[in-house]
C-alpha cells in the first residue's frame, strides 16, 4: 500500500534556525507533493506544491521544498525559522490521475522565542 | 478559508445516536473530501466525491456514510456513533484532483 512518511514527529528549534522536515514516499509512479502547515486550532493551509519542472519548489513565508525522485523525498526547508512558525506540518502525496491523496502523521514544530 | 464552511463545529454526541456533518462550498468545485484527524495518524480519507451523487470510500469509511445531492453540499453521517468516531472531521475541496485542497475549519466531535 501506498504511504508517506514524516520521520520527525517533534522538533525543537530556536529562532533564526534552520528547519528541515523529511518526507518519503512508497509509490513508484507519477506524483504530485504537498506540504501544508497547520497553526495551533486552526484548518490545514497549503505551503507549497510540485506538480512537475523544477524540483525545488518556492513557497509562502520563505518555506521551500526539494523533490528528490531518486529518493522518494519531498523534503520541507527553511533558513531561519521564526517564532510563529510554531505549527504542524504535513506532506501529502497525490497520485497523478486518481482523486486520492495521502497524508503524512505530521510533525509538530516548537520554535522557542 | 473563504468559501468552505463546516456546521457544527463542536458537537457532543451519545454513542448510538445518528450524526450528521455538513460540508458547504460556494466555488462551484467538483471534488469534495472528508478526513478524520487524530493525533499519531494525521489525516485518514473516510470518503471523497468526484460529482453530484458520485462518492467513493477512503481508507476509514467503516461507519461512516456520506451524500451529496448538489455542488455544494457534502454531508457525512455517521450512523451509530462510536467512541472511537470522537475526532476532528474536516471538509476539503479541490477544482481537480492534483491542484492541492482548500480545508474547511473542522468540526470537533466528541461521543461520550
Known amino acids: 500500500a501506498q504511504s508517506v512518511s514524516q520521520h520527525n514527529h517533534h522538533v525543537i528549534l530556536s529562532e533564526a534556525a534552520s528547519l528541515e522536515l523529511g518526507c518519503n514516499y512508497s509509490?513508484?509512479?507519477?506524483?504530485?507533493l504537498f506540504w501544508y502547515v497547520q497553526y495551533p486550532g486552526q484548518h490545514l493551509q497549503l505551503l507549497l506544491k510540485?506538480?512537475?519542472?523544477?524540483?525545488l519548489v518556492k513557497g509562502i513565508k520563505g518555506f521551500e521544498a526539494e523533490f528528490i525522485k531518486s529518493k522518494f523525498s519531498f523534503n520541507l526547508r527553511k533558513p531561519s525559522v521564526q517564532w510563529s512558525d510554531t505549527a504542524e506540518y504535513f506532506c501529502?502525496?497525490?497520485?497523478?490521475?486518481?482523486?486520492?491523496?495521502?497524508f503524512g502523521t505530521g510533525t509538530r514544530l516548537k520554535v522557542l522565542a | 478559508d473563504a468559501g468552505i464552511t463546516q456546521s457544527p463545529r463542536h458537537k457532543v454526541t451519545e454513542t448510538g445516536t445518528p450524526v450528521t456533518l455538513r460540508c458547504h462550498q460556494t466555488?462551484?468545485?467538483?471534488?469534495m473530501y472528508w478526513y478524520r484527524q487524530d493525533p499519531g495518524h494525521g489525516l485518514r480519507l473516510i470518503h471523497y466525491?468526484?460529482?453530484?451523487?458520485?462518492?467513493d470510500k477512503g481508507e476509514v469509511s467503516d461507519g461512516y456514510s456520506v451524500s451529496r445531492s448538489k455542488t455544494e453540499d457534502f454531508l457525512l453521517t455517521l450512523e451509530s456513533a462510536t467512541s472511537s468516531q470522537t475526532s476532528v472531521y474536516f471538509c476539503?475541496?479541490?477544482?481537480?484532483?492534483?491542484?492541492?485542497?482548500?480545508f474547511g475549519s473542522g468540526t470537533r466531535l466528541t461521543v461520550v
Open positions: 509509490y513508484g509512479g507519477t506524483v504530485n
Open positions: 501529502a502525496v497525490n497520485q497523478r490521475g486518481t482523486y486520492k491523496y495521502i
Open positions: 466555488e462551484n468545485h467538483r471534488y
Open positions: 466525491s468526484y460529482g453530484v451523487k458520485d462518492t
Open positions: 476539503a475541496i479541490s477544482e481537480s484532483p492534483g491542484v492541492g485542497y482548500t
Open positions: 510540485y506538480f512537475s519542472g523544477d524540483p
